[in-house]
């Protein structure tokens, strides 16, 4: 692979790569210093136009000039440098003191009098240190009415770091290029596989621009005060009791609707998945309405039943003093929105028991109660920690929730955001949002220290298809009942929204009417259009890159492999809010401007939704066997016909979901992308939460209900292409 051959052809394309890069940067930075140095020279003269003949309006008109140019100073000279009459005026003494500091014989003074005396603009060779930064000096002549001489000139000071900001840039486009023109060259080189180095290149750079880099920059504002490391945020943020109240009240909010919500979805899974209920695709739909569909809506519904002026606390149960917001009912919205989490993780893992031991158990006189004691619920406690973590992790980093329903309660999520848009303290809400990640990462570490100190493996020979009903009747009926009140209430909330499509004035005026939707829709078309428009872009795009990414990391073996997977992972873990501020810290300055662009919000779906397509993808290829890939590979395929032949055919459920995720996700998504939103590209979240803010809430309805129906079209038809084998399906029989 490596030969001197090769080595030498590398090093020599190298080189002459860099010559070649060098000259044309450096072509590029001499040109822009020169029309920038025109430029400068132009509106000088044009500045000195307005000079006013009489020295006493000197003063005045320097003023409006500061006013009018702001980061320009001047100061004003009358006469000619080095004659008699040359004198200072009026501006910034600052500049003034710079002239005066130059020697009488210095190259500076004398070329900028001789330009003076000769009618001509002159700009200083090089930025000079002026107070507290760097500027660009120019001397202006004044001419006379006859604009034959000079009546004296102008000092003027203007920023260097323009200039100097575009050096910058233009070095670090130099390395950058070398270093891919290296990298791209090296793997043509030397690799026996160049479509797969290419692959995990593309790969490596779009983590480390898009995942990497903004965390870094959130870190690094963090640490960073006046261009020095400093730990005043972090000193300000732990000693403020405020954002220590929010934190807790982050934690409190996430271990209540933790555990609720695993309680509900575990009696979910179980009655689904180890009873003979009836009706039990009916009640899987109904529970995993919540996880697509738009996080304000259950909040609004929520709202239009139980607030000040609720249907059910004002209307039927004349409450004048019930309060829904607070701890209660965010705890209450989020376990709605979330139970679905902890119903499909539990369902997956109830399914997958094999029922043997089970069997054994019954079958030597235990009854049922012990048997799901001290054989099943072992066996599912590693799930249950598993769907409480994930439920506590999304009860952190939700945003939408509280912010409607929160009141006086503080979490963290929403007090970042407040730093930010509010209060203009961009690094305190960077150090909130990170201050999120704590108590994750705590949880997880815990939960996995504990695993792994115990055996939750059950060694078996041929799996059983089918599962023991583990419930007695009355346990039956009475499990039954709770899923049906459960399911009972969330169609109730959900046709709370609908219902509030066609009343006038929710609270106050019940009338009905179909006003709302003209409005709503009028006023939500262009949201409504934008949020299409870009998730369907970011959908093919999401759904090809985690396939990608997935068989690089199941069948390929190379350096840095684990890091790949961690920075690919890395987005589930972060909370919206701080991906949303890292965003507009690394993309509001060159090179890659991105702020107020669609393609930003395009970027941020297809990586906040990358790990959910990548473990996707890498459960389906762990399935397939290699041999199918490597026989292909033997009768001459490329990678490239290997993947999109035989490999993308057959984890097609995997890449459907994957892209239905990602739509569904870029289509509700609220936490990220409202710090990232423009008026050129809306997204109609926002314009729901703007409504119901607005107590708008038949126009929140109206477009909460169609952005459910436009979701759950796109959910069907994922489901319809993806179908579950019937071979494979487990049945339940009653002992």
């Not at 210093?33 to 500045?47: D, E, P, V």
Request: glycine share 8%.
């Amino acid at each position: 692979m490596f030969t001197k051959k090769k080595i030498a052809i590398f090093a020599a394309a190298c080189v002459l790569f860099l010559a070649a890069d060098l000259w044309m940067f450096s072509t590029v930075k001499s040109s822009f210093g020169k029309t920038m140095a025109q430029n400068s020279k132009t509106l000088a003269q044009a500045i000195v136009k307005s000079a006013p003949a009489d020295e006493a309006e000197v003063a005045p008109w320097l003023e409006g000039l500061a006013g009018t140019y702001k980061g320009y100073s001047f100061y004003y000279y009358a006469g000619i440098p080095g004659e008699e009459g040359h004198h200072g005026v009026a501006g910034d003494e600052k500049l003034a003191a710079f002239w005066q500091g130059l020697a009488g014989d210095s190259p500076e003074r004398g070329n900028a009098s001789d330009s003076v005396n000769y009618l001509e603009t002159y700009l200083f060779p090089r930025p000079e240190r002026i107070g507290d930064g760097e500027v660009n000096v120019l001397a202006v002549p004044v001419p006379n009415e006859a604009n034959d001489s000079a009546v004296g000139f102008l000092l003027i000071a203007m920023d260097a770091n323009r200039v100097s900001s575009f050096t910058s840039l233009v070095d670090a486009l130099i390395v950058i290029a070398f270093a891919l023109f290296a990298l791209a060259f090296g793997v043509a080189t030397f690799s026996r596989d160049p479509i797969t180095g290419y692959a995990i290149l593309v790969l490596f750079a779009i983590v480390v621009a898009f995942v990497a880099y903004p965390l870094f920059e959130a870190v690094r504002l963090t640490l960073m005060v006046d261009g020095r490391l400093s730990l005043a945020t972090w000193k300000t943020v732990l000693g403020n009791m405020q954002y220590l109240k929010a934190l807790w009240g982050s934690i409190q909010l996430g271990i209540c609707t933790a555990t609720a919500s695993t309680l509900i979805g575990f009696a979910y899974a179980f009655a689904v998945s180890r009873t003979s209920m009836k009706g039990k695709k009916l009640v899987t739909g109904l529970a995993t309405m919540p996880v697509i569909s738009p996080p304000f809506s259950l909040t609004l519904s929520i709202i239009l039943l139980f607030g000040n002026n609720g249907l059910i606390t004002k209307r039927f149960l004349g409450l004048e003093n019930f309060n829904i917001y607070g701890l209660g009912g965010l705890t209450l919205v989020q376990t709605i929105s979330m139970f679905p989490i902890a119903f499909l993780t539990l369902q997956g893992v109830l399914e997958a028991i094999d029922s043997t031991l089970e069997d054994a158990s019954l079958d030597l006189n235990a009854s049922r109660s012990y048997t799901f004691t001290h054989v099943t619920l072992p066996l599912v406690v590693p799930g249950i920690l598993s769907a409480w973590l994930l439920v506590f992790t999304n009860s952190l980093a939700d945003f939408a929730n509280p912010l409607l329903l929160a009141g006086s309660y503080r979490v963290l999520s929403v007090e970042s955001y407040i730093e930010v848009t509010g209060m203009n303290r961009l690094p305190n809400g960077a150090a909130l949002s990170i201050l999120l990640l704590l108590p994750t990462l705590t949880a997880f570490f815990v939960q996995r220290s504990w695993v792994s100190k115990k055996s939750f493996v059950v060694v078996t020979g041929k799996p059983s298809m089918r599962l023991s009903d583990l419930a007695s009747p009355g346990a039956r009926r009475l499990l039954i009942g709770f899923v049906a009140a459960v399911s009972v209430f969330v169609v109730a909330l959900y046709g709370t929204i609908v219902a509030g499509c066609f009343v006038k004035n929710w609270g106050i005026d019940y009338t009905f009417t179909l006003a709302n939707f003209g409005e709503a829709l009028t006023r939500g078309k262009a949201a409504l259009v934008s949020t299409l428009t870009l998730a369907g872009i970011a959908t093919p795009i999401a759904g090809l890159l985690a396939m990608v990414a997935a068989v690089i990391v199941v069948r390929k073996k190379f350096p840095g492999k684990k890091l790949l997977e961690g920075l690919v992972m890395t987005p589930y873990a972060l909370p919206g809010t701080l991906v949303g501020i890292s965003y507009i810290l690394a993309f509001n300055k060159p090179p890659l401007l991105l702020v107020g662009t669609g393609a930003i919000l395009v970027i941020n779906y297809v990586i906040r939704e990358l790990p959910v397509g990548l473990e996707g993808g890498v459960a389906a290829l762990r399935q397939i066997d290699p041999s199918i890939e490597e026989a292909a590979a033997d009768l001459g395929a490329d990678q490239g016909t290997i993947f999109r032949t035989i490999i993308l055919p057959l984890i097609r459920p995997a890449f459907i979901s994957s892209m239905s995720y990602t739509f569904v996700r870029s289509m509700t998504a609220v936490s990220a992308i409202i710090f990232l939103i423009s008026a050129r590209w809306y997204h109609i979240t926002i314009q729901i939460y703007n409504f119901s803010e607005n107590i708008r809430f038949g126009l929140a309805s109206v477009l909460s209900t169609t952005l459910i129906v436009i979701v759950l079209s796109v959910f069907g038809l994922m489901r319809l292409l993806v179908r579950q084998s019937e071979h494979l399906e487990k049945t339940v029989t009653v002992q």
